[in-house]
Antibody
Framework: EVQLVESGGGLVQPGGSLRLSCAAS????????MHWVRQAPGKGLVWVSR???????VYADSVKGRFTISRDNAKNTLFLQMDSLRDEDTAVYYC??????????WGQGTLVTVSS | DIQLTQSPAFLSASVGDRVTITCRAS??????LAWYQQKPGKAPKLLIH???TLQSGVPSRFSGRGSGTEFTLTITSLQPEDFATYYC?????????FGGGTKVEIE
């Protein structure tokens, strides 16, 4: 059974940093395409970033240059390093597995609150 | 960037109703369109991928159609557990984008 478990969310001041983790079981992050998707309170889903199995990454314009997606193959864990955080980054962050043209497995989400 | 316009944003319906949600893309997406269901406080759940393929384990009352730039999600005979918010997503090109969502409420 595939399981994705996010952690690392919390309260951070504007301009601060946070690193989110997504621990995977039942799948291999090193051979999967993995995504981060976020959802601000009461709002819709917004795609954030993707890492391919070959390591190539892509980002939404709103986070480019501030967020970095990466993975630790030995720990089977996906990360999202978030720097220079802004109020508008406040959201629940989900990791998801790309099962070939669809996000077929999602974690439960972790809440990031950016506020002074 | 490819924009996805979902309609309607809100839909009131009764148990047993047939409902259809539309998702229009600003350009062709090669049928790389997925539909998700989300309930409050929960992660999205994949329903349909590649426009019309039902994800394993999803009830057959859910169906997807469309091609090019116009796609639909239909729920035949709406069940109490189907009251939720539905999103379309294009996976044809980065940045991947979602529609604004359709909230299906009890009439």
């Amino acid at each position: 059974e595939v399981q994705l478990v996010e952690s690392g969310g919390g309260l951070v001041q504007p301009g601060g940093s946070l690193r989110l983790s997504c621990a995977a079981s039942g799948l291999n992050v090193s051979t999967s395409w993995m995504h981060w998707v976020r959802q601000a309170p009461g709002k819709g889903l917004v795609w954030v970033s993707r890492i391919r199995s070959d390591g190539r990454t892509v980002y939404a314009d709103s986070v480019k240059g501030r967020f970095t997606i990466s993975r630790d193959n030995a720990k089977n864990t996906l990360f999202l390093q978030m720097d220079s955080l802004r109020d508008e980054d406040t959201a629940v962050y989900y990791c998801a597995r790309d099962g070939s043209w669809r996000l077929d497995h999602w974690g439960q989400g972790t809440l990031v609150t950016v506020s002074s | 960037d490819i924009q996805l316009t979902q309609s309607p944003a809100f839909l009131s319906a009764s148990v047993g109703d047939r409902v259809t949600i539309t998702c229009r893309a600003s350009q062709g997406i090669n049928n790389y369109l997925a539909w998700y269901q989300q309930k409050p406080g929960k992660a999205p759940k994949l329903l349909i991928h590649t426009a019309s393929t039902l994800q394993s384990g999803v009830p057959s009352r859910f169906s997807g159609r469309g091609s090019g730039t116009e796609f639909t999600l239909t729920i035949t005979s709406l069940q109490p557990e189907d009251f939720a918010t539905y999103y379309c997503q294009q996976l044809n090109s980065s940045p991947l984008t979602f529609g604004g969502g359709t909230k299906v409420e009890i009439e």
